[in-house]
Every structure is written in structure tokens, then in C-alpha cells.
């Protein structure tokens, strides 16, 4: 589905195999955020192949997290030339904690081209904000797009709900502070990586409110 011009939803709805949903901005360059898992990615390639383009025309794939469930596709990504930018702290973790998971991932030194960290990261002609916001996982983050008022959040926040803590190096005190960090940003359309979009600001507000009053006193 369009969101607005030029930026599309790969909503996953399959109450049957977890995966999460993938975003597609057709700019100057193109950018997927989060491919979702490897075996799965046959809901990417359709969603493509309805605005005539296939994997090899992305130029960049961006990860929120380095959770199987969102970052295992760029495996197909391996005889592109798409670049993947990942957040330095999750590479960190992967290195240090869990290379053998890493490397499963796809996820290796040779296989990342790009570094994130917090601050300014600016894709062809579009700028965006790379936003620290661990709890979910240590190097989580949500990406920006001040221009429109776009932010996708991974798994910080969804539709009235959080991103689970009980996974390795997760942490429910980071993640409440996540959470109100992005809560006072200018959003028009929250984009979660599972479930429904949120659009308006007002709804987007009001979802932040429903989320400190159902989850903050169990963080």
C-alpha cells in the first residue's frame, strides 16, 4: 500500500509465521527498511514486482534491529549491489556476544557497508534522523523523516503495544526512556515493524498516551 507519494508498505498479516513489516521508499534512491526473514521474503519481492521492480533495483537496505525477523533477508541481498547500513552498537553486540548468530544472520563486517549511529543520515536527496532507542535491543533505532513526518519505529513501539524485553540484552528501563525520547518528535505517520500504521498526529499522540498508561508501570 502508498502511504504517501513515494513511500509503501509491506504490511505482513499472516497471523501464521512471524515476520514484520518492510517499507520501500522510491526516491532519488531506493530504500527498504527491514527485509524481514530470508524464507519469507517472497512478500517483499511481489510487493516489488507490482511497481515493476525487483530486489537488485534497492540501493540501500536499512535495519532497525538485528532480529531474525527483520534483518535475515539481506542474505538475498549477497550478489547485489545494495548496501546495507546497520547501527554500530548491534554489529558490536553481534561481534562480541553472538557471532555465530551473526554470521547465520548474514550479518558479518564483510556483508555491512554502513555504520549507523545517532545524528544526521542523509539517502540521495532525502534526509533523515537516525535515532537511538535501545530496550528491544542494545543498538535498536528508529529512523525519521522530518520532510514528512515519518517515523518507523521497529519494534520500540506499535499500535498500543511495546517491543518485548525478555530477549538477550534487552532492557525495560532503556526501552521506557526510548520510548518517551520519541514520544515528543513532529510524527504524522507512525510506521511499527508488526502491525498497523498509525496515521495523523493526533492518533499518533494518542497512542503514545495509551502506551505510558497500559505498559510504563510494567518497565
Known amino acids: 500500500m502508498e502511504i504517501i507519494a513515494g513511500l509503501y508498505a509491506f504490511l505482513w498479516s499472516n497471523p501464521t509465521a512471524n515476520n514484520c513489516n518492510t517499507y520501500f521508499i522510491d526516491g532519488e534512491k531506493r530504500i527498504l527498511i527491514d527485509p524481514g526473514h530470508y524464507h519469507l521474503l517472497s512478500h517483499v519481492r511481489e510487493n516489488l514486482s507490482r511497481l515493476s521492480l525487483s530486489l537488485k533495483g534497492m540501493d540501500i537496505i536499512v535495519i532497525t534491529h538485528v532480529h531474525p525477523d527483520h534483518v535475515e533477508g539481506i542474505r538475498a541481498f549477497a550478489d547485489t549491489n545494495t548496501l546495507i547500513a546497520i547501527h554500530e552498537i548491534e554489529m558490536d553486540f553481534l561481534k562480541n556476544v553472538a557471532p555465530q548468530y551473526g554470521e547465520t544472520l548474514g550479518v558479518s563486517d564483510s556483508r555491512v557497508d554502513i555504520l549507523l549511529r545517532e545524528g544526521e543520515l542523509k539517502i540521495g536527496d532525502l534526509d533523515f534522523k537516525v535515532i537511538d532507542t535501545p530496550g528491544h535491543s542494545p ?81
Open 139 to 219: 543498538g535498536s533505532i528508529c529512523l525519521y523523516w522530518p520532510d514528512k513526518k515519518v517515523l518507523f519505529t521497529g519494534d520500540v513501539v506499535f499500535k498500543q503495544g511495546i517491543g518485548r524485553t525478555d530477549l538477550p540484552a534487552g532492557d525495560g528501563r532503556q526501552l521506557k526512556e526510548s520510548i518517551k525520547r520519541i514520544s515528543g518528535l513532529d510524527v504524522d505517520y507512525l510506521l511499527p515493524g508488526h502491525g498497523d500504521i498509525i496515521s495523523g498526529n493526533a492518533n499518533v499522540k494518542a497512542n503514545f498516551e495509551d502506551i505510558e498508561r497500559m505498559w510504563f508501570g510494567y518497565l
